[in-house]
């Protein structure tokens, strides 16, 4: 990112993608929110609210926990625990429409729970015949998460340079291209936590 821009403000985020596609904000979310998130998470997953993640979409979704292995559930517009996440992410659509025109409409997001050993495959989030996802980002939950912990999103630039790795570290937001971006998630040693979100068109 060049001098003198501030990485946390919406022009700052907006050179990024426009430059590399991809950027990360550490801190995003405060420690306090990302508690509640976090157990809020853990307790849908207590209480069986978590649904094992699919591949694709319309006739093509295919359940394989070979290729993704996480747990979901989508955020709700009136959960007050799921606007700590919501409200952040909305405003940031709006700050990033200003910024880059992208016709942003709106942000939908899920809780995503990763057991020890699940992955997801090497992937894009935009699909093939559907063009409404502009932006993924990614809020990580976890507490006192470590290299050794593994769990990392990998990263693939599209102009065939070394993939970048990014560790799931609680507070941290990665925001990144939907349509260029290809990605996964390495497998960790624990629980990983996020909130996985798209700001899309309609």
Not at 69 to 79: E, F, N, Q, S, V
Not at 142 to 155: F, K, P, V
């Amino acid at each position: 990112m060049a001098p003198g821009h501030d990485p946390m403000s919406a022009a700052g985020i907006a050179q990024a993608l426009s430059n590399d596609g991809w950027t990360t904000i550490d801190d995003w979310l405060p420690p306090a929110h990302r508690a509640r998130l976090a157990a809020a998470c853990r307790d849908h997953a207590a209480a069986g609210r978590l649904e094992p993640a699919a591949v694709g979409h319309g006739a093509a979704r295919l359940y394989d926990p070979a290729l993704r292995g996480d747990r979901t559930r989508w955020l709700k517009p009136g959960d007050p625990i799921d606007l700590l996440a919501m409200a952040p992410l909305q405003a940031l659509a709006a700050a990033l429409n200003r910024e880059l025109f992208l016709g942003l409409r709106r942000v939908e997001a899920h809780y995503a729970l990763y057991p020890p050993g699940a992955r997801y495959a090497r992937h894009r989030d935009r699909f093939r015949d559907d063009d409404a996802r502009v932006l993924s980002a990614v809020c990580y939950l976890n507490a006192d998460w470590s290299a050794d912990c593994g769990g990392a999103l990998r990263m693939y630039p599209p102009d065939g340079a070394a993939p970048h790795d990014v560790l799931p570290i609680g507070g941290r937001l990665v925001i990144f291209r939907a349509d260029t971006i290809e990605h996964e998630v390495l497998p960790a040693h624990r629980d990983r936590l996020s909130i996985a979100a798209w700001l899309r068109r309609d």
